[in-house]
């Protein structure tokens, strides 16, 4: 047997000689040579079907070279979706399916800055200049070649003289207003509660082990022109052990909360006051030890760029029993 050659001897055998593999069928006797069979290379038959791998992702079948080919990119989400005159620069999240390494975000047909996060998530960040003036922006996502393309329908970013502010519960004016609301909890429906405080992302309790209980949501937005530093506190009265006892996050999200899945994606941390994971406790706590609070002391608040939106959840997490009500009121404050 000569090295760097290969003789099928008969019906479909399998020799290796000088670093070359190769399967033939049965007409293929004459001698075939081995090309570029180099170490993790599979030379090509020159009669028959077969197929191989060239050892840098292409596909060799039947003579012909395939290779795989990126996705057409869809856009779901775009948070924030807005910004003031003005604005120093804004960086734009993006969610969706099926985007690739190297995919370019557009705003108006023009390449942004792009960070890839993941298949499901991307990053761009908008200049000065593109938020100079009063206008909608077209965003859209292309994937680069082979396959890939364009996103469908553009995603519009408007760059207004002032925050639209379309669904928005409490808006978060001059940095240190506090801004207070009451925690009314009738007519929400109860659900499973978010299991423990800690780092986000969040998890739940299951049905045999957690009561159900209702939550609220409340969504803020900075209408600022420049970024704030978003704290959230409950305010409490009980030292009971389960007195004033409730579960407080932030979600980086412009609408309230519909599905378990979207309440597990948390951002910063979970609160449930000074005697549980992470001690993220209320300033206003008056001796409760479940009254929770995020701030910027502990390390539970949330940045906030000019006219973005965010998603503030509390969920009682006493139990059912009238002696142990969850917090009266909830604050917020810019800073």
Not at 1 to 20: D, P, S, T
Not at 166 to 175: I, K, N, Y
């Amino acid at each position: 047997m000569v090295a760097r050659a290969c003789r099928a001897l008969v019906v479909l055998l399998a020799v290796v000689a000088g670093g070359c593999s190769q399967v033939l069928s049965l007409d293929a006797l004459e001698k075939t040579p081995c090309t570029d069979c180099g170490v993790g290379r599979s030379a090509t038959p020159t009669s028959g079907t077969g197929s191989a791998d060239d050892g840098r992702g292409t596909t060799i079948a039947d003579g012909a070279s395939t290779t795989a080919r990126n996705p057409l990119p869809a856009v779901a989400t775009m948070a924030p979706s807005s910004a003031l005159v003005g604005t120093p620069g804004r960086a734009v999240r993006l969610g969706g399916a099926g985007f690739a390494a190297g995919a370019v975000v557009r705003s108006d047909g023009r390449a942004l800055p792009t960070t890839f996060v993941s298949t499901t998530e991307l990053t761009a960040t908008l200049s000065a200049a593109d938020l100079a003036t009063a206008r909608i922006l077209t965003i859209t996502v292309e994937n680069p070649a082979p396959g890939g393309g364009t996103s469908g329908e553009p995603k519009p970013f408007v760059v207004a003289s002032s925050c639209e502010g379309a669904g928005v519960d409490v808006p978060l004016g001059t940095p240190g207003t506090v801004s207070t609301r009451t925690l009314d909890f009738n007519g929400a429906l109860p659900t499973v509660p978010l299991l423990a405080a800690g780092a986000c992302p969040a998890s739940l309790g299951t049905e045999g082990d957690r009561w159900r209980t209702p939550f609220r949501t409340f969504v803020v937005q900075n209408t600022n022109a420049a970024s704030v530093t978003l704290s959230a506190w409950t305010v409490c009265s009980s030292s009971q052990s389960y007195g004033d006892d409730a579960i407080l996050t932030f979600y980086r999200r412009e609408t309230p909360l519909v599905t378990d899945n979207e309440r597990l994606a948390c951002a910063v941390a979970v609160s449930e006051g000074s005697a549980s994971a992470g001690r993220f406790a209320s300033t206003e706590a008056n001796g409760a030890p479940f009254c929770p609070g995020l701030h910027a002391s502990n390390g539970g608040a949330l940045r906030l760029a000019s006219c973005e939106k965010a998603v503030v959840y509390v969920q009682a997490n006493g139990t059912p029993d009238s002696a142990y009500p969850p917090p009266p009121y909830i604050r917020f404050r810019p800073d």
